[in-house]
């Protein structure tokens, strides 16, 4: 399919400093992981492939690997012929020298064991002309295609020339110019030339039969890359060297740092798996990012937790996390003295005289060794740049580059097909300038600011920066802070509070403070928190979850293992683990499949033994399970067949499936036994009989011996008498609230039940603190795009933790008022609350954040970890010192302002006996008397009709006396009408 060739832009320069736009075409897959493994030695085997001969004009040459310049050729200084095996040995020595010279000899492609193929022949001949391989007038065949090329070449090798085995990774270089550039408004007389393509076996089972596939697999090739001969084109010089670097990067499993989709850069000519590695027409690949050394595993950074004074040298990295999955990576880079392209042309940021400007990126390379800057190798007999002293020559400054990074698969860099393509990049460069210029399309005057240009580097009295920054903060150098452009703000523009400020910068290094303006929590990279536990019994309880295909424990000396879960594909969306006992109960579900596996703690050696496993044939709601006493409720991800199973702890035993009526299944713990909610029907298992309501079962809550079931058609909640199979209010309370998240409270100053909200209304998503009857408290509702609530009290005080899908934490009281506000992992799996030290803590994925607290009430998104949707409340009853007369000196108007018929006022009377309410004008006018008797230990309102008054504000004097005393109130209530 044609949408499925993936483009990406590069910069080609020509002389007269006009700027084309070139795509590298690739197909439908990408690597999806880096494999640490490819580091160390490799060998790969070079298989050179010709053609049919053919003198089509819509394809480059005749099918065969081009000899020498014809006479009629423009002979280009690139990559010359002959292009026979020794030319394409050079080509392997240089993707060799660059690999070993960028990973400091951590990767090392062994070149004499690098057999070219085949053996005592020129190439493999193909049965078919170029243009059969790529047949762009059918876009619908050309991955077919594609892979029909590989297969043929491999069977004709193996059938015709006899090779048996193959090393895993192969490239194939082919005769013909590749179909890997785009140059902008200049007509291609070539479109049905081949594009350069990575494939794997996933690839070639799509589109091959599976006796095709079998031949490849006899072979022991898995993956590869094929290349053109050379990249000379339409009279422009361009080098063979990037493209074939670039694919070599996904060989080794790296990600495409530009849109798949578009073609956009992301990282411009800093990103060597983007146009980087095309730099100076190809010939020049950039060095590795710190991002790309970081995804290899051949430099690990500097973490930089702390406020400090931090100095890099040339090639040093420093990371400054924002989550557990977003961060900066900050290094030094440093040009080898000069840029090259100023050197071969006149460049925007970078003149030089004309006498100063060279005819080829050769000829500037040569003045640079002789100006003593930096030595390469070309090899005299084939014309191949083989070798350059230094890869970041194409640098167009020295100084910090910083990369703005996310994870965008919550386990180390598993990244999707395009992962700088989403909706929050895998990564971006912080460009100096503040523009953000990359990838962007200006126009054909836009120079090389859309590529990446000097001022996208952090250096001092950068004019870009200080442009864009002081005449709005009055900023004389470089700093980078949430202030700033750019800032350092989350990729969901969060505040992070991460500020780098006093850059210093010598010939070899870079210094700067860094310093934090907030409070931040502590970032666990790749760990997927699930739960809390007393592991040791000492009273202290210690993560758990998921890092890496293990079960492991957070101790405050790092993680330990507990046990290798490697044969299963854990990620915390298809696995949830349980603490029962002395044992953990492990749940996985995946491709129709469950497994149910209980882990018995040791501890000598500490770690968790498997003593029992059982499996079944169909998937789990893995957010949905509920633990009552010893048996575990299992909800079936099943829309066609829907229903439960439950499973004996003790017994080790799977009773079910039961059948439900609905898609979904949810349930809670309800007087000791376990209560299901499917559709409009309400199960009981234990009992055997199923109950009707007159609307769709939304979310269920347990309060002691009371049901509060929500209406997910109409909006609101209800009691309901589970006893007499009824509902207890006839109209529902909140009725125009969709409710998400319901979560009852046992306030200390009232008598409860009061309940915590999250739905949405029609003017958008709200949070709601009501009373018993659904009334609103003082403060709210609170108007935001909260995702999720977790409850917990400080001293008695109630705080609302509620975050949002951008990964904004808020902590509010119960008055609405926000106290303090984080920023975590967006989109976090997992979000509960533990208790930690002498305080409690919020675990987020990897993120943790300690809290003063000292009362877990609603931890989990099911209330608690074994998600039984029960509140326990008190025994007692709130014990009020004599003389209170209303609970918390509270007394307050609803709405306010207000627009209807009436405002309430409201308070809960402990000790009150009278209430007076005189209210005035903004004059002093008196303009009504309101009284009341109120029945103490309970809320009250007094209600006021304003239908006959103004718009305006009112003061409301308040007067409650009882228990030989009196208070005076003073509010002032808004009429907009």
Known sequence: MMNRLRLFTIVVTILVATFYTTSHALPFRTPSKFDRSNLGLQRWNVVLVEFEEDNTPVTTGNGSFLQTWEDSDYEYILDPPPHNKLYFQSHLKAISHYWRHVTHQALHIDTSASVILPDGAESVRLPQNIRYYHPADKPDSVDYRLAELVYDALRILKEDHGENSLTETLILFHAGVGQDFDFSNMYDPTPFDIPSFYFDESFLSEYLSSEAVALIQSLGVKQGIVLPEMQNQLELNVALNGTALLMSGFLLGLPPLYNTETGRSGTGIFGFMDQGSNNANGLLPIGLSAFERVIMGVQSPERADNANRYSLLPGDILKIPVSSREY????????????????????????????????????????????????????????????????????????????????????????????????????????????????????????????????????????????????????????????????????????????????????????????????????????????????????????????????????????????????????????AILPYENKLILIHSQDDYSLIRQYQIQENPFQAISVTSTSRSFTLDIGSLVLDNKTLFLPHHDAVNPGFSLYQIDRDLVSGPFSTVSDSSRALVYDHSLLVGSGTFLHYPDEGRIEQLPFTIGKMVSYSDTLIVTDSDHGGFYYYDVTAGRLVNTRAYQQDLIIDEIIPLDLPETRGPDFLLLGTQETGKSLVLTDSDGHPWNGFPVKNSYEALRVYFDRNDLRIMALKSDGQVDILDQSGTQL??????????????????????????????????DSLHWAYPNGDIWGTRHLRINATAPDYPGGILIAKDLIYNYPNPVSDEKTYFRYFAVEAEYVDIRIYDLQGKFVEQLQQTPIQQQWNEIPWDVRALDSGVYIAKITITGAGSEKTYIIKPAILK
């Open 328 to 575: 900066f990576l900050v290094e030094y880079r440093k040009n080898a003295g000069i840029r090259l392209d100023s050197l071969y042309q006149n460049h925007l940021s970078d003149t030089l005289p004309d006498e100063e400007r060279y005819e080829t990126y050769l000829d500037a390379l040569e003045k640079v060794r002789k100006m003593g800057l930096a030595d390469y190798s070309l090899n005299p007999s084939t014309g191949v740049l083989e070798a350059v002293e230094n890869y970041d020559i194409t640098l167009p400054a020295s100084g910090l580059l910083i990369w703005h990074v996310y994870d965008p698969h919550k386990t180390l860099f598993e990244y999707p097909e395009n992962p700088n393509g989403q909706t929050i990049p895998m990564v971006r460069l912080e460009e100096a300038d503040g523009g953000y210029d990359i990838g962007k399309n200006y126009g054909p005057l836009s120079g090389s600011v859309n590529q990446g240009w000097k001022w996208d580097m952090w250096f001092p009295k950068n004019m870009g920066f200080l442009d864009n920054n002081s005449h709005i903060y009055n900023i004389k150098d470089i700093e980078f802070s949430d202030r700033t452009h750019p800032d350092t703000r989350s990729f969901s523009g969060i505040e992070s509070g991460i500020r780098l400020k006093q850059f210093t910068f010598t010939a070899d290094s870079a210094s700067f403070t860094l310093d934090f303006l907030k409070e931040r929590p502590e970032h666990f990279a790749g760990f997927e928190a699930l739960g809390t536990w007393d592991f040791h019994n000492t009273g202290t309880p210690l993560p758990y979850g998921l890092r890496e295909n293990h079960l492991v424990c957070l101790e405050d000396t790092g993680f330990v293992s507990l046990a290798d879960l490697s044969p299963l594909a854990v990620n915390a969306e298809n696995t």
């Open 820 to 853: 303090s506000s984080y920023v975590i992992t967006p989109d976090p799996f997992s979000f509960f609350l533990s208790s930690y030290g002498t305080g409690l803590a919020l675990f987020s994925e990897g993120d943790r954040l300690e809290i003063e607290g």
